[in-house]
């Protein structure tokens, strides 16, 4: 993964979307669900944190089309980088793949990808299900 | 309540600004301090604290002290982005309360717009910054573009409204004769301008500029000494929502919602005491969004306030008046510029100039912003 560099309290979410799944986590003691993958929850500080894996189905709490190129691997501009609202209560940046427009509101579901080709990070990235 | 040992900006400079690349972070800074100091009639050896921000060396503090010869007993490397400064200030006005110093050198340079053409790769994201990079967001500005889209949506707010906040700025940056641009525009230049990152235009950014400035605070048993009105430090609060934009809880409210009372209340003042405001402008949504979280107006009602010239030269509430990080300059990290002309503007410093001059300013609220919305630090300032 030539842009991003995972550690050991990360790679099992990495490991998850080479498999093909979105995993978070959940603390134990307030049922919370945690992203991203840490130590402890932010909620209540508690430090028993177990694996799930999401269905991958959210709602997009905002948006914006990048005109300007950032990255080479993050694909050629204008493109939809979008913040996901995922339905167990955790927010996430990510990209909007399958082109159309994108509205505040809409439902998506996961879509792991590579956004630069071959060599480029696999993703965890969205494509609008249901338009607000 | 025991009186406070009270706290004063008694002297304040830039550096030169704009293109610069004769001029390193250091030596922008060592001009900068040498004209603050100079100004309130203080050297160095009167300066006991040094507070430093920049990401130009492991130790900012460190390296800046050796190069200017100092040796202070007391630093402080605080960096929470552009809003460092104003938490410096407010830092330093704990430590003169504490009478644990007596002059504080507060200084910041930067050489990004000279540094431009050296495209150097970047590292892979580590740490929290895997979960943010790779997705592609231009950053600064595809944070600022995120909130910006979710306020228009929440509120129906328009891009006419935030490119007011662009032209009210270069009204003011016309009256400054150092501002980077001082040509006029219109809502439809700014509209018309490049898209950056929707719904944020060129004209909807702040500039990439060179430059350096120095703030100098000094306890009260020095004021009458110096060589300047004293700006006296009347209250500070500073906080932090998140990093990465995508871990802010509320897109359209700012941590100045908690910073801003926490400084409103230790100065004893309302809104309605206030003559001017110097606003952290990198982007025209930062302006709108800080407005609705200082509580100077009601949530979605900041287009309605910058409207019809209400902030620009004239207008009754006067913001930005040197013309801000959209048009004056915007070297990385702005927020010492928002003290320098507030300090300026309260000493009456252009009086030969109505125009650019508030007329009888006694109150100022200086906001700083951080990171991407991330951190918020408020000073509010009274000519004493």
């Given at each position: 993964?030539?842009?991003?560099?995972?550690?050991?309290?990360?790679?099992?979410?990495?490991?998850?979307?080479?498999?093909?799944?979105?995993?978070?986590?959940?603390?134990?003691?307030?049922?919370?669900?945690?992203?991203?993958?840490?130590?402890?929850?932010?909620?209540?500080?508690?430090?028993?944190?177990?694996?799930?894996?999401?269905?991958?189905?959210?709602?997009?709490?905002?948006?914006?089309?990048?005109?300007?190129?950032?990255?080479?691997?993050?694909?050629?501009?204008?493109?939809?980088?979008?913040?996901?609202?995922?339905?167990?209560?955790?927010?996430?940046?990510?990209?909007?793949?399958?082109?159309?427009?994108?509205?505040?509101?809409?439902?998506?579901?996961?879509?792991?990808?590579?956004?630069?080709?071959?060599?480029?990070?696999?993703?965890?990235?969205?494509?609008?299900?249901?338009?607000? | 309540?025991?009186?406070?040992?009270?706290?004063?900006?008694?002297?304040?400079?830039?550096?030169?600004?704009?293109?610069?690349?004769?001029?390193?972070?250091?030596?922008?800074?060592?001009?900068?301090?040498?004209?603050?100091?100079?100004?309130?009639?203080?050297?160095?050896?009167?300066?006991?604290?040094?507070?430093?921000?920049?990401?130009?060396?492991?130790?900012?503090?460190?390296?800046?002290?050796?190069?200017?010869?100092?040796?202070?007993?007391?630093?402080?490397?605080?960096?929470?982005?552009?809003?460092?400064?104003?938490?410096?200030?407010?830092?330093?006005?704990?430590?003169?309360?504490?009478?644990?110093?007596?002059?504080?050198?507060?200084?910041?340079?930067?050489?990004?717009?000279?540094?431009?053409?050296?495209?150097?790769?970047?590292?892979?994201?580590?740490?929290?910054?895997?979960?943010?990079?790779?997705?592609?967001?231009?950053?600064?500005?595809?944070?600022?573009?995120?909130?910006?889209?979710?306020?228009?949506?929440?509120?129906?707010?328009?891009?006419?409204?935030?490119?007011?906040?662009?032209?009210?700025?270069?009204?003011?940056?016309?009256?400054?004769?150092?501002?980077?641009?001082?040509?006029?525009?219109?809502?439809?230049?700014?509209?018309?301008?490049?898209?950056?990152?929707?719904?944020?235009?060129?004209?909807?950014?702040?500039?990439?500029?060179?430059?350096g400035g120095a703030v100098v605070v000094a306890a009260e048993d020095r004021w009458a000494d110096l060589g300047t009105h004293p700006v006296e430090v009347l209250g500070h609060g500073e906080t932090?929502?998140?990093?990465?934009?995508?871990?802010?809880?509320?897109?359209?409210?700012?941590?100045?919602?908690?910073?801003?009372?926490?400084?409103?209340?230790?100065?004893?003042?309302?809104?309605?005491?206030?003559?001017?405001?110097?606003?952290?402008?990198?982007?025209?949504?930062?302006?709108?969004?800080?407005?609705?979280?200082?509580?100077?107006?009601?949530?979605?009602?900041?287009?309605?306030?910058?409207?019809?010239?209400?902030?620009?030269?004239?207008?009754?509430?006067?913001?930005?008046?040197?013309?801000?990080?959209?048009?004056?300059?915007?070297?990385?990290?702005?927020?010492?510029?928002?003290?320098?002309?507030?300090?300026?503007?309260?000493?009456?410093?252009?009086?030969?100039?109505?125009?650019?001059?508030?007329?009888?300013?006694?109150?100022?609220?200086?906001?700083?912003?951080?990171?991407?919305?991330?951190?918020?630090?408020?000073?509010?300032?009274?000519?004493?």
């Open positions: 993964m030539a842009d991003l560099a995972s550690d050991a309290e990360t790679q099992p979410f990495w490991d998850g979307i080479a498999a093909g799944e979105l995993r978070l986590q959940r603390c134990r003691d307030c049922a919370r669900a945690v992203f991203y993958p840490r130590a402890l929850c932010p909620h209540c500080f508690g430090d028993r944190l177990d694996w799930f894996t999401s269905p991958g189905t959210g709602t997009v709490y905002s948006y914006t089309v990048a005109h300007r190129a950032f990255s080479p691997s993050a694909g050629t501009p204008p493109y939809t980088v979008a913040l996901i609202d995922l339905d167990e209560g955790v927010r996430m940046m990510s990209r909007i793949v399958g082109g159309g427009r994108v509205r505040i509101g809409d439902r998506v579901e996961l879509e792991i990808t590579r956004l630069g080709g071959e060599g480029s990070p696999t993703l965890p990235c969205f494509r609008v299900r249901e338009t607000a | 309540m025991s009186p406070r040992r009270r706290a004063a900006i008694v002297g304040v400079a830039e550096s030169e600004v704009g293109k610069t690349p004769h001029l390193t972070v250091l030596s922008q800074q060592a001009r900068a301090s040498r004209a603050a100091l100079a100004e309130a009639g203080l050297g160095p050896a009167d300066v006991n604290a040094l507070f430093v921000a920049g990401n130009w060396s492991w130790a900012p503090a460190l390296t800046l002290a050796e190069y200017l010869g100092l040796r202070p007993d007391y630093l402080d490397g605080t960096n929470i982005g552009g809003s460092s400064f104003e938490a410096h200030v407010g830092h330093a006005a704990a430590a003169i309360e504490a009478g644990v110093i007596d002059v504080a050198l507060i200084t910041y340079g930067s050489t990004q717009r000279s540094n431009r053409s050296r495209g150097a790769a970047r590292p892979p994201a580590t740490l929290t910054e895997q979960f943010d990079r790779p997705f592609g967001l231009p950053q600064p500005v595809g944070a600022y573009a995120l909130a910006a889209n979710r306020y228009l949506h929440q509120y129906g707010a328009t891009g006419e409204q935030l490119a007011e906040v662009a032209v009210s700025a270069r009204r003011w940056a016309a009256l400054n004769p150092d501002a980077y641009y001082r040509d006029p525009i219109t809502v439809d230049d700014v509209l018309d301008s490049p898209m950056i990152s929707e719904p944020l235009h060129l004209l909807d950014c702040c500039l990439v500029t060179d430059g932090t929502t998140h990093s990465s934009i995508a871990q802010m809880p509320d897109l359209t409210v700012t941590g100045a919602a908690r910073s801003g009372p926490t400084a409103m209340r230790m100065a004893g003042i309302t809104h309605d005491d206030l003559d001017l405001l110097e606003i952290y402008d990198s982007f025209t949504i930062t302006v709108l969004l800080t407005l609705e979280s200082l509580g100077l107006c009601k949530p979605g009602e900041a287009g309605e306030f910058v409207a019809h010239g209400r902030t620009a030269p004239g207008g009754e509430m006067p913001m930005n008046t040197n013309g801000g990080g959209l048009s004056y300059t915007h070297p990385g990290m702005y927020g010492i510029f928002l003290l320098i002309e507030a300090t300026r503007q309260l000493r009456h410093d252009f009086v030969s100039d109505p125009d650019r001059q508030v007329d009888g300013a006694r109150l100022a609220l200086v906001h700083g912003t951080g990171g991407v919305l991330s951190s918020a630090s408020t000073v509010v300032l009274g000519r004493s």
